[in-house]
T-cell receptor
Framework: DSGVTQTPKHLITATGQRVTLRCSPR?????VYWYQQSLDQGLQFLIQ???????AKGNILERFSAQQFPDLHSELNLSSLELGDSALYFC?????????????FGPGTRLTVT | DQQVKQNSPSLSVQEGRISILNCDYT??????FLWYKKYPAEGPTFLIS?????DKNEDGRFTVFLNKSAKHLSLHIVPSQPGDSAVYFC??????????FGGGTRLMVKP
């Protein structure tokens, strides 16, 4: 158990809909990262927040947004969903602000868009 | 353009023998490298890391080797155990920037 929690575990929704994925980092971790893993692909970095502020952006679509709240939990919002958005979405956390340090991953949310 | 590549999608090893997982990178700015292990239906688990100022880092049965001139790193698992069967990802970062992951190698350790 990494100490990072993600809800929900599974999500099935229709195209055009909007969903929110939630992540709680490990106790004491200030950085939260979001990743997408599609079928047959590696982990793609989406976005990082550090202590409530956006720190870095990766391959995140404009239809996607995220935020980190004062209690340090984070939410990833996906809107106007398309079939191609079906994937595993992982959240990770770390104590340090830099992206290149050890990150601890949650169990992921499997999103299926039908 | 894949900056981090794991060219072997799968590897099968006998229990007790050595497992060697390989990773190549193209970005010479990468200065920190990590290995993660992933079981089905779970998130990746951090295993071991190495800074570019070193060429070897060891932690129990796991050793990571870095060859900067060849832009190559490898993870050695000795001895391999059936519980090591998982997908292994290497990742790299440059100056504390985003982690770039390889596509993963599925390791199967046969009893």
């Amino acid at each position: 158990d990494s100490g990072v929690t993600q809800t929900p575990k599974h999500l099935i929704t229709a195209t055009g809909q909007r969903v929110t994925l939630r992540c709680s980092p490990r106790s004491g971790d200030l950085s939260v990262y979001w990743y997408q893993q599609s079928l047959d692909q590696g982990l793609q970095f989406l976005i990082q927040y550090y202590n409530g502020e956006e720190r870095a952006k990766g391959n995140i679509l404009e239809r996607f947004s995220a935020q980190q709240f004062p209690d340090l939990h984070s939410e990833l919002n996906l809107s106007s969903l398309e079939l191609g958005d079906s994937a595993l979405y992982f959240c990770a956390s770390s104590r340090k602000g830099g992206l290149g340090y050890e990150q601890y991953f949650g169990p992921g949310t499997r999103l299926t868009v039908t | 353009d894949q900056q981090v590549k794991q060219n072997s999608p799968s590897l099968s090893v006998q229990e007790g023998r050595i497992s060697i997982l390989n990773c190549d990178y193209t970005n010479s700015m990468f200065d920190y490298f990590l290995w993660y292990k992933k079981y089905p239906a779970e998130g990746p688990t951090f295993l071991i890391s190495i800074s570019s100022i070193k060429d070897k880092n060891e932690d129990g049965r796991f050793t990571v080797f870095l060859n900067k001139s060849a832009k190559h790193l490898s993870l050695h698992i000795v001895p391999s155990q059936p519980g090591d069967s998982a997908v292994y990802f290497c990742a790299a970062s440059a100056e504390g920037n985003m982690l770039t992951f390889g596509g993963g190698t599925r390791l199967m350790v046969k009893p």
